[in-house]
């Protein structure tokens, strides 16, 4: 069950242009059209008769991506879809991707290797799983020094609560 819930505040700019705050927090996890019909309800309920423009005030749960007044619904819609089914993971990588989804599911689907404790708990991992280390030579390998040397060209990482989400660049 996802931690997020995308919400996004919409709020009628006929109001807000003649001194009312008008609007509303509305599910932003939701496709275009369900979006627009809130926001339809949102101008008819408008203390100005007629109301037709609307923007986006406020946003929350989007985690580091950014939302300004006049992103479209759709975008919005994409957006929210994406953190609600990846959660802090997905919101994360999407920020770090500048909000560009195929090059965030990309990261998902095919560069993630997990979550950790630290680089180093990955580096010693990596380790374990592809080479046979003999335990009199074990106590001798630096784990610290080899993270390093991995995360300089070869994986990046995303922290999150505390946790390492380590990723390859590909």
Same mark, same amino acid.
């Given at each position: 069950?996802?931690? #997020?819930?995308?919400? +996004?505040?919409?709020?009628?700019?006929?109001?807000?242009? =003649?001194?009312?705050?008008?609007?509303?927090?509305?599910?932003?996890?939701? *496709?275009? /059209?369900?979006? &627009?019909?809130?926001?339809?309800?949102?101008?008819?309920?408008?203390?100005?008769?007629?109301?037709?423009? @609307?923007?986006?005030?406020?946003?929350?749960?989007?985690?580091?991506?950014?939302?300004?007044?006049?992103?479209?619904?759709?975008?919005?819609?994409?957006?929210?879809?994406?953190?609600?089914?990846?959660?802090? #993971?997905?919101?994360?990588?999407?920020?770090?991707?500048?909000? =560009? &989804? *195929?090059?965030?599911?990309?990261?998902? /689907?095919? $560069?993630?290797?997990?979550? @950790? =404790?630290?680089?180093?708990? @990955?580096? +010693?991992?990596?380790?374990?799983?592809?080479?046979? +280390?003999?335990?009199? #030579?074990?106590?001798?390998?630096?784990?610290?020094?080899?993270?390093?040397? #991995?995360?300089?060209?070869? &994986? &990046?990482?995303?922290?999150?609560?505390?946790?390492?989400?380590?990723?390859?660049? $590909?």
């Amino acid at each position: 069950m996802s931690l #997020l819930k995308p919400r +996004i505040y919409i709020a009628c700019l006929a109001a807000y242009n =003649n001194g009312y705050l008008h609007g509303e927090w509305i599910d932003a996890n939701q *496709d275009s /059209d369900s979006l &627009f019909e809130e926001v339809k309800k949102i101008l008819a309920a408008s203390p100005i008769p007629d109301a037709e423009e @609307f923007a986006i005030h406020d946003y929350e749960d989007f985690g580091d991506v950014h939302i300004n007044e006049y992103t479209g619904l759709e975008t919005v819609s994409a957006l929210a879809s994406f953190i609600a089914e990846h959660d802090e #993971l997905g919101a994360a990588v999407l920020s770090h991707c500048d909000g =560009n &989804f *195929d090059d965030a599911l990309r990261l998902l /689907d095919d $560069c993630y290797h997990g979550e @950790f =404790n630290s680089e180093e708990d @990955f580096a +010693i991992s990596l380790a374990e799983d592809t080479m046979t +280390i003999p335990d009199h #030579l074990s106590y001798y390998i630096d784990y610290e020094k080899m993270a390093r040397d #991995l995360f300089i060209n070869d &994986f &990046f990482s995303i922290e999150i609560n505390h946790k390492t989400h380590v990723f390859s660049y $590909c």
